[in-house]
Protein backbone atom coordinates (compact mmCIF):
# COMPACT_ATOMS: atom_id res chain seq x y z
CA UNK A 1 0.00 0.00 0.00
CA UNK A 2 0.94 3.46 -0.67
CA UNK A 3 1.28 6.56 1.88
CA UNK A 4 -2.35 7.94 1.14
CA UNK A 5 -3.88 4.17 1.49
CA UNK A 6 -2.09 3.65 4.76
CA UNK A 7 -3.43 6.65 5.85
CA UNK A 8 -7.38 5.53 4.73
CA UNK A 9 -6.86 2.24 6.70
CA UNK A 10 -5.88 4.63 9.43
CA UNK A 11 -8.88 6.44 9.93
CA UNK A 12 -11.20 4.00 9.24
CA UNK A 13 -9.90 1.38 11.37
CA UNK A 14 -9.30 4.09 13.56
CA UNK A 15 -13.36 5.27 13.99
CA UNK A 16 -13.92 1.40 13.85
CA UNK A 17 -11.51 1.03 17.15
CA UNK A 18 -12.85 3.74 19.11
CA UNK A 19 -16.50 2.73 18.98
CA UNK A 20 -15.10 -0.64 20.31
CA UNK A 21 -13.34 1.17 23.16
CA UNK A 22 -15.97 3.85 23.94
CA UNK A 23 -18.70 0.38 24.27
CA UNK A 24 -15.75 -0.79 26.67
CA UNK A 25 -15.81 2.28 29.20
CA UNK A 26 -19.91 2.44 28.40
CA UNK A 27 -20.50 -0.95 29.71
CA UNK A 28 -18.16 -1.04 32.83
CA UNK A 29 -17.64 3.23 33.49
CA UNK A 30 -14.30 2.53 33.94
CA UNK A 31 -12.42 5.80 33.66
CA UNK A 32 -8.99 4.30 32.78
CA UNK A 33 -10.80 2.90 29.74
CA UNK A 34 -12.38 6.12 28.82
CA UNK A 35 -8.79 7.70 28.88
CA UNK A 36 -8.03 4.65 26.27
CA UNK A 37 -11.00 5.63 24.15
CA UNK A 38 -10.19 9.42 24.31
CA UNK A 39 -6.60 8.60 23.13
CA UNK A 40 -8.53 6.64 20.06
CA UNK A 41 -9.99 10.08 19.44
CA UNK A 42 -6.83 11.95 19.01
CA UNK A 43 -6.01 8.62 16.54
CA UNK A 44 -8.48 9.54 14.37
CA UNK A 45 -7.90 13.48 14.12
CA UNK A 46 -4.27 12.27 13.48
CA UNK A 47 -4.55 10.21 11.11
CA UNK A 48 -7.11 12.80 8.95
CA UNK A 49 -4.10 15.00 9.25
CA UNK A 50 -1.88 12.33 8.10
CA UNK A 51 -3.47 12.06 4.94
CA UNK A 52 -3.81 15.91 4.16
CA UNK A 53 -0.30 16.35 5.18
CA UNK A 54 0.97 13.12 2.77
CA UNK A 55 -1.49 15.13 0.04
CA UNK A 56 0.05 18.29 0.34
CA UNK A 57 3.58 16.89 0.33
CA UNK A 58 3.08 15.52 -2.87
CA UNK A 59 2.56 18.47 -4.95
CA UNK A 60 5.15 19.38 -7.06
CA UNK A 61 7.38 22.30 -6.17
CA UNK A 62 6.09 25.58 -7.57
CA UNK A 63 6.57 29.49 -7.74
CA UNK A 64 6.13 30.32 -3.83
CA UNK A 65 7.43 26.55 -2.61
CA UNK A 66 10.55 26.18 -4.60
CA UNK A 67 11.58 22.88 -2.17
CA UNK A 68 7.77 21.49 -2.48
CA UNK A 69 5.42 21.19 -0.29
CA UNK A 70 7.08 18.18 2.05
CA UNK A 71 7.03 20.20 5.27
CA UNK A 72 3.02 19.86 5.58
CA UNK A 73 4.06 16.11 6.83
CA UNK A 74 6.25 18.02 9.48
CA UNK A 75 3.56 20.54 10.02
CA UNK A 76 1.03 17.27 10.38
CA UNK A 77 2.92 15.51 13.29
CA UNK A 78 3.47 19.25 15.27
CA UNK A 79 -0.54 19.28 15.44
CA UNK A 80 -0.22 15.64 16.52
CA UNK A 81 1.94 16.47 19.18
CA UNK A 82 0.13 19.43 20.20
CA UNK A 83 -3.40 17.02 20.69
CA UNK A 84 -1.52 14.09 22.12
CA UNK A 85 -0.52 16.55 24.95
CA UNK A 86 -4.42 18.18 25.07
CA UNK A 87 -5.40 14.65 25.57
CA UNK A 88 -3.43 13.65 28.34
CA UNK A 89 -4.57 16.99 30.48
CA UNK A 90 -8.07 16.33 29.60
CA UNK A 91 -7.58 12.44 31.04
CA UNK A 92 -5.76 13.67 34.26
CA UNK A 93 -8.66 16.50 34.95
CA UNK A 94 -11.10 13.90 34.85
CA UNK A 95 -8.98 10.85 36.66
CA UNK A 96 -8.63 12.98 39.77
CA UNK A 97 -12.24 13.38 40.19
CA UNK A 98 -12.48 9.90 40.34
CA UNK A 99 -9.92 9.81 42.44
CA UNK A 100 -11.96 12.25 44.73
CA UNK A 101 -14.81 9.70 44.44
CA UNK A 102 -13.82 6.61 43.42
CA UNK A 103 -17.07 3.85 42.25
CA UNK A 104 -17.31 0.23 41.77
CA UNK A 105 -17.26 -0.86 38.16
CA UNK A 106 -19.43 -3.40 36.33
CA UNK A 107 -19.29 -5.71 33.13
CA UNK A 108 -15.21 -5.30 33.58
CA UNK A 109 -14.34 -8.92 31.92
CA UNK A 110 -16.79 -8.28 29.17
CA UNK A 111 -14.89 -4.86 28.59
CA UNK A 112 -11.59 -5.95 28.97
CA UNK A 113 -12.45 -8.54 26.04
CA UNK A 114 -13.57 -5.46 23.97
CA UNK A 115 -10.88 -3.94 24.70
CA UNK A 116 -7.93 -6.65 24.22
CA UNK A 117 -9.83 -7.40 20.37
CA UNK A 118 -9.83 -3.45 20.14
CA UNK A 119 -6.07 -3.44 20.40
CA UNK A 120 -4.91 -6.12 18.52
CA UNK A 121 -6.41 -4.24 15.69
CA UNK A 122 -4.24 -0.91 16.45
CA UNK A 123 -1.67 -3.50 16.83
CA UNK A 124 -1.66 -4.76 13.15
CA UNK A 125 -2.13 -1.43 11.98
CA UNK A 126 0.76 0.15 13.87
CA UNK A 127 3.26 -2.54 12.00
CA UNK A 128 1.63 -1.62 8.93
CA UNK A 129 2.21 1.61 9.41
CA UNK A 130 5.95 1.46 11.08
CA UNK A 131 6.95 -0.70 7.73
CA UNK A 132 5.68 1.83 5.58
CA UNK A 133 7.25 4.72 7.22
CA UNK A 134 10.87 3.22 7.22
CA UNK A 135 10.13 2.51 3.38
CA UNK A 136 9.23 5.90 2.49
CA UNK A 137 11.14 8.21 5.01
CA UNK A 138 8.22 9.49 6.46
CA UNK A 139 8.46 11.68 9.61
CA UNK A 140 4.07 11.85 9.49
CA UNK A 141 3.62 8.11 9.03
CA UNK A 142 6.48 7.55 11.88
CA UNK A 143 4.25 9.92 13.68
CA UNK A 144 1.40 8.44 13.55
CA UNK A 145 2.55 4.51 13.74
CA UNK A 146 4.46 5.51 17.07
CA UNK A 147 1.76 6.97 18.30
CA UNK A 148 -0.55 3.43 17.48
CA UNK A 149 2.39 1.61 19.18
CA UNK A 150 2.08 3.56 22.64
CA UNK A 151 -1.52 3.45 22.47
CA UNK A 152 -1.55 -0.61 22.60
CA UNK A 153 1.35 -0.40 25.04
CA UNK A 154 -1.16 1.76 27.34
CA UNK A 155 -4.18 -0.36 26.25
CA UNK A 156 -2.44 -3.52 27.31
CA UNK A 157 -1.39 -1.70 31.00
CA UNK A 158 -5.03 -0.58 31.19
CA UNK A 159 -6.64 -4.02 30.82
CA UNK A 160 -3.70 -5.78 33.16
CA UNK A 161 -4.92 -2.81 35.62
CA UNK A 162 -8.46 -3.93 35.83
CA UNK A 163 -7.73 -7.52 35.35
CA UNK A 164 -5.56 -6.90 39.32
CA UNK A 165 -8.72 -4.37 40.37
CA UNK A 166 -11.48 -6.63 39.37
CA UNK A 167 -9.68 -9.52 41.91
CA UNK A 168 -8.92 -7.49 44.63
CA UNK A 169 -11.86 -5.00 44.37
CA UNK A 170 -9.19 -1.82 44.78
CA UNK A 171 -11.16 0.03 42.21
CA UNK A 172 -9.48 2.88 42.58
CA UNK A 173 -6.77 1.50 40.59
CA UNK A 174 -9.21 2.14 37.52
CA UNK A 175 -8.13 6.39 37.81
CA UNK A 176 -4.49 5.39 38.80
CA UNK A 177 -4.20 3.49 35.59
CA UNK A 178 -5.94 6.65 33.74
CA UNK A 179 -3.33 8.55 35.45
CA UNK A 180 -0.15 6.33 34.29
CA UNK A 181 -1.65 6.67 30.84
CA UNK A 182 -1.92 10.70 30.41
CA UNK A 183 1.96 10.69 31.75
CA UNK A 184 2.70 8.36 29.02
CA UNK A 185 1.34 9.96 26.38
CA UNK A 186 2.72 13.30 27.57
CA UNK A 187 6.34 11.68 27.14
CA UNK A 188 5.17 10.63 23.51
CA UNK A 189 3.81 13.90 22.35
CA UNK A 190 6.82 15.64 24.16
CA UNK A 191 9.24 13.33 21.91
CA UNK A 192 6.60 14.01 18.52
CA UNK A 193 7.18 17.74 18.94
CA UNK A 194 10.63 17.67 19.82
CA UNK A 195 11.28 15.24 16.59
CA UNK A 196 9.15 17.45 14.16
CA UNK A 197 10.47 20.76 15.41
CA UNK A 198 14.13 19.94 15.12
CA UNK A 199 12.83 19.65 11.03
CA UNK A 200 11.10 22.20 10.77
CA UNK A 201 13.88 24.64 12.38
CA UNK A 202 16.50 23.27 9.76
CA UNK A 203 18.29 21.30 12.31
CA UNK A 204 21.27 19.12 10.65
CA UNK A 205 20.91 15.20 9.72
CA UNK A 206 24.03 13.76 11.72
CA UNK A 207 23.65 10.27 10.75
CA UNK A 208 23.31 11.00 7.09
CA UNK A 209 26.28 14.26 7.91
CA UNK A 210 28.68 10.99 8.52
CA UNK A 211 27.87 8.94 5.85
CA UNK A 212 28.76 12.37 3.32
CA UNK A 213 32.16 12.19 4.76
CA UNK A 214 32.63 8.62 4.00
CA UNK A 215 31.37 8.90 0.81
CA UNK A 216 33.42 12.03 -0.25
CA UNK A 217 36.61 10.72 1.19
CA UNK A 218 36.55 7.63 -0.67
CA UNK A 219 36.52 9.74 -4.03
CA UNK A 220 39.82 10.43 -6.06
CA UNK A 221 40.45 13.73 -5.95
CA UNK A 222 38.25 15.06 -2.57
CA UNK A 223 41.29 15.93 -0.47
CA UNK A 224 39.57 18.91 0.72
CA UNK A 225 35.82 19.49 1.01
CA UNK A 226 33.92 22.03 3.59
CA UNK A 227 30.87 24.29 4.43
CA UNK A 228 28.93 20.81 4.71
CA UNK A 229 25.38 21.48 5.53
CA UNK A 230 21.90 19.27 5.45
CA UNK A 231 18.85 19.57 6.28
CA UNK A 232 15.55 17.36 6.31
CA UNK A 233 11.99 18.14 4.34
CA UNK A 234 9.64 15.35 4.31
CA UNK A 235 11.39 12.47 3.22
CA UNK A 236 13.95 14.43 1.20
CA UNK A 237 17.52 15.65 2.65
CA UNK A 238 18.40 18.45 1.54
CA UNK A 239 23.03 18.37 1.04
CA UNK A 240 25.12 21.28 0.38
CA UNK A 241 28.78 21.36 0.35
CA UNK A 242 32.10 22.63 -1.31
CA UNK A 243 34.53 20.58 -2.69
CA UNK A 244 38.46 21.86 -3.34
CA UNK A 245 40.10 21.08 -6.00
CA UNK A 246 43.53 20.97 -8.00
CA UNK A 247 43.42 24.47 -10.13
CA UNK A 248 44.83 22.00 -13.20
CA UNK A 249 41.55 20.20 -13.12
CA UNK A 250 39.40 20.84 -16.37
CA UNK A 251 35.72 21.70 -15.93
CA UNK A 252 34.74 18.05 -17.60
CA UNK A 253 37.34 16.59 -14.47
CA UNK A 254 35.33 18.72 -11.96
CA UNK A 255 31.65 17.73 -13.49
CA UNK A 256 32.58 14.10 -13.40
CA UNK A 257 33.70 14.05 -9.81
CA UNK A 258 30.52 15.96 -8.90
CA UNK A 259 28.49 13.39 -10.79
CA UNK A 260 29.99 10.10 -8.97
CA UNK A 261 29.81 11.77 -5.61
CA UNK A 262 26.08 12.85 -6.41
CA UNK A 263 25.82 8.97 -7.38
CA UNK A 264 27.51 7.62 -4.64
CA UNK A 265 25.07 9.87 -2.16
CA UNK A 266 22.19 8.70 -3.75
CA UNK A 267 22.85 4.90 -3.23
CA UNK A 268 23.55 5.52 0.65
CA UNK A 269 20.78 7.83 1.14
CA UNK A 270 17.10 7.57 -0.12
CA UNK A 271 15.62 11.09 -1.27
CA UNK A 272 18.50 13.04 -1.35
CA UNK A 273 19.36 16.11 -3.04
CA UNK A 274 23.01 17.17 -3.29
CA UNK A 275 24.06 20.65 -4.38
CA UNK A 276 28.20 20.54 -4.50
CA UNK A 277 30.01 23.48 -5.15
CA UNK A 278 33.33 23.47 -6.71
CA UNK A 279 36.55 25.50 -6.07
CA UNK A 280 40.23 25.75 -6.95
CA UNK A 281 42.42 25.46 -3.94
CA UNK A 282 44.21 28.89 -4.95
CA UNK A 283 40.53 30.58 -4.42
CA UNK A 284 39.73 32.44 -1.33
CA UNK A 285 36.69 30.55 -0.37
CA UNK A 286 39.42 27.15 -0.65
CA UNK A 287 42.90 29.30 0.99
CA UNK A 288 41.41 28.85 4.78
CA UNK A 289 41.40 26.26 6.98
CA UNK A 290 38.13 24.99 8.20
Known sequence: MNKKQIAIMAIVGGIGIFALKLLAFLIS???ALLSDAMESIINIIASIMLLGAIIV???????????GHEKAENISALVEGL???IAAVLIIEASIGRLLNPVSLEN?????L???FATSLNGVMAVIMIRAAKKSNSIALEGDAKHLFSDVASSVGVVIGLFIASLTGWFILDPLIALAVAFLLIWMGYKVLRKTT??????NCPEEETIIRNVVERCKGCADFRELKTRRSGNHVFVEFRICVDGNSTVAEAHALTETITKELQKEIPNVVVNIQIKTKDEPECASST
Not at 57 to 67: G, L
Not at 108 to 112: F, G, L
Request: proline share 3%; net charge negative.
Open 57 to 67: ASWPADENHRY
Open 29 to 31: GSM
Open 108 to 112: VDAAM
Open 83 to 85: LII
Open 198 to 203: MDLMDA
Open 114 to 116: ISL
